[in-house]
C-alpha cells in the first residue's frame, strides 16, 4: 500500500475513535505511529499530541454547533493538566524508549477495562450544596493533573480519564461529555505539545499532514455516526481493539526483544 494512503487511514482510524467515543483515539495513536509507520516512540508522541490537539479542536468546534460542549467546565477541568503536561514532556524526554512503550501497553490494557467497564455504569451526581466544594476542586484539579501527566508523559489526551470525570463531576449527559472531552483534550494536548516544540524537536511534516487529514475525516464521520449508533456497542469494539494491540506491544516488546 503507498505510504501516503497508509498515513491517511492510520489517522482516520484515531479520528474515528475520537467522535465515537471523546476517547481512545490518542490511545491508538502511538502504536499506530510506531509500529504501523516506523515512527520512533519520542517523535510519535509528539506527532500524536499535535494531531490530537488538530482534531480535538476541530471535533469540539463542531460538537459546539449542536451545543454539546461546555467550553467553561472544560477550561476549569484543564488549567491543571495544562501546567503539569509541560513539566512532564521536559522530565520524561530522555526515559528509555522500551521501557516507555510497555508502561504505554500497561495504560492501554487499563483505558481498555475502563471503556468495558463503563458500559454498566450510570453516572450518578455527587450532592452538593454549592457548585465548588473542596471535594469537587479536589476531583478537577486532581483529574486535570492526571490528564496533563498522561499527555506529557506517553502523547495521549487522557480522554478515557476525562469523560467519566467530566458526567461525575459536572452532571454532564454522555454526549455532552464526549464533545468536553474533546475540547479538555484540545487545551492539554497543545499545551505539552508547545512545550516539545520549543525544544527544538523534530517532526515529520508530511507525516503530519496526511495523518491530521485522515483524522479530520475520520472525526467527521465518528461525530456524525454517535448519535446514530449504541454507544455501548462503541465502546467494546474500541476496547477490544485497544486491548489487542497491548497484548501485541507486551509479547513485542516482553517475549520477542
Not at 512532564?88 to 487499563?110: P, Q, T, Y
Request: charged share 10%; proline share 2%; with cysteine.
Amino acid at each position: 500500500m503507498d505510504l501516503t494512503a497508509l498515513e491517511i487511514i492510520c489517522g482516520f482510524i484515531v479520528g474515528l475513535s475520537l467522535g465515537l467515543t471523546g476517547s481512545g483515539g490518542s490511545i491508538l495513536a502511538i502504536p499506530l505511529l510506531v509500529y504501523v509507520l516506523k515512527v520512533p516512540m519520542i517523535e510519535a508522541i509528539y506527532i500524536s499530541l499535535l494531531m490530537v490537539a488538530s482534531i480535538a479542536l476541530f471535533g469540539a468546534i463542531r460538537q459546539s454547533f449542536g451545543k454539546n460542549v461546555d467550553w467553561k467546565s472544560a477550561i476549569l477541568f484543564s488549567l491543571m493538566g495544562m501546567i503539569i503536561a509541560p513539566l512532564v514532556v521536559h522530565f520524561s524526554k530522555n526515559i528509555n524508549e522500551e521501557l516507555r512503550l510497555i508502561l504505554f501497553a500497561g495504560l492501554m490494557l487499563f483505558a481498555s477495562y475502563r471503556m468495558m467497564a463503563s458500559r454498566y455504569q450510570v453516572p450518578k451526581a455527587i450532592e452538593m450544596q454549592t457548585r465548588h466544594t473542596f471535594y469537587s476542586i479536589a476531583q478537577i484539579s486532581g483529574g486535570g493533573a492526571a490528564a496533563g501527566a498522561l499527555s506529557g508523559f506517553f502523547g495521549v489526551g487522557g480522554g478515557f480519564i476525562i469523560v467519566p470525570l467530566l458526567t461525575l463531576i459536572f452532571k454532564m449527559p454522555y454526549r455532552m461529555a464526549v464533545g468536553t472531552s474533546l475540547a479538555c483534550i484540545f487545551m492539554i494536548s497543545l499545551s505539552a505539545v508547545s512545550s516539545a516544540l520549543l525544544s527544538d524537536s523534530n517532526i515529520n511534516l508530511t507525516l503530519f499532514i496526511n495523518f491530521l487529514i485522515g483524522g479530520l475525516i475520520g472525526i467527521l464521520s465518528g461525530s456524525w455516526l454517535v448519535n446514530r449508533l449504541d454507544n455501548k456497542k462503541c465502546k467494546i469494539i474500541f476496547a477490544c481493539l485497544t486491548a489487542v494491540m497491548a497484548v501485541f506491544m507486551f509479547i513485542d516488546k516482553v517475549l520477542i526483544h
